[in-house]
């Protein structure tokens, strides 16, 4: 069965460093998604992108989280200068058509963000 | 704003011994309330979707329902290989077509 798959499995960044973090959606999906994971909370959502764009960011995506589909396989998210609550677990999804026509969203198993 | 609550936290049960956990929430109209299975260090796995009160789903020994209010998975003989933590989502009909608010999970052990 496809699969949605991320890289690296375990970051370890200093604060104030770049970090990008990779995802390989299913290959016919048209939406990609990252949500994060503070360990302990809920999963929250982070941002959606369609057609090589946002469609749609939580105030959580402020100005140091960008997102790109670099190729056609690829999708990642940076984060331009990272703090010590940017750690977490960081999920991407992808999904055929949005939730909204209740498609369900298909989650990598995540890279562990640890920042110092 | 779309809110989620489950319970309990954490459910601790013996082989075999029947239970259900419960998914509260509040949106302005539901498109869909989705259940997701989470183990330990991977990400969620989706389980069902539901659309309307009255809808059931069943997988295994798992069975989920829905009613206006709240959704409830239901865990008939579990086995020790359902130990996992539980997610429920959703996602109304006012605002946003693409984000899924999840609760903060149940916590299931099943014991041998």
């Known amino acids: 069965e496809p699969e949605v798959t991320q890289t690296p499995s375990h970051q370890v960044t200093q604060m104030g460093q770049e970090v990008i973090l990779r995802c390989v959606p299913i290959?016919?999906?048209?939406?990609f998604y990252w949500y994060r994971q503070i360990l302990g909370q809920k999963v929250e959502f982070l941002v959606s992108?369609?057609?090589?764009?946002?469609?749609?960011k939580s105030e959580i995506f402020d100005d140091q989280f960008s997102v790109e589909r670099p190729d056609g396989s690829n999708f990642t998210l940076k984060i331009r200068s990272t703090k010590l609550e940017d750690s977490a677990m960081y999920f991407c999804?992808?999904?055929?058509?949005?939730?909204?026509?209740?498609?369900?969203?298909?989650f990598g198993n995540g890279t562990r963000l640890t920042v110092t | 704003e779309d809110q989620v609550t489950q319970s309990p936290e954490a459910l601790r049960l013996q082989e075999g011994e029947s239970s259900s956990l419960n998914c509260s929430y509040t949106?302005?109209?539901?498109?869909?309330l989705f259940w997701y299975r989470q183990d330990p260090g991977k990400g969620p796995e989706f389980l069902f979707t539901?659309?309307?009160a009255g809808e059931e789903k069943e997988k295994e020994r798992l069975k989920a329902t829905l009613t206006k209010k709240e959704s409830f998975l239901h865990i008939t003989a579990p086995k020790p290989e359902d130990s996992a933590t539980y997610l429920c989502?959703?996602?109304?009909?006012?605002?946003?077509?693409?984000?899924?608010?999840f609760g903060k999970g149940t916590l299931l052990t099943v014991n041998p």
């Open positions: 999804a992808s999904s055929r058509v949005p939730p909204s026509y209740n498609s369900p969203l298909h």
């Open positions: 290959s016919n999906h048209l939406y």
């Open positions: 992108f369609y057609n090589n764009e946002i469609s749609e």
């Open positions: 949106v302005s109209g539901l498109r869909g």
């Open positions: 539901l659309y309307s």
């Open positions: 989502a959703v996602q109304g009909v006012r605002g946003s077509n693409y984000k899924l608010t």
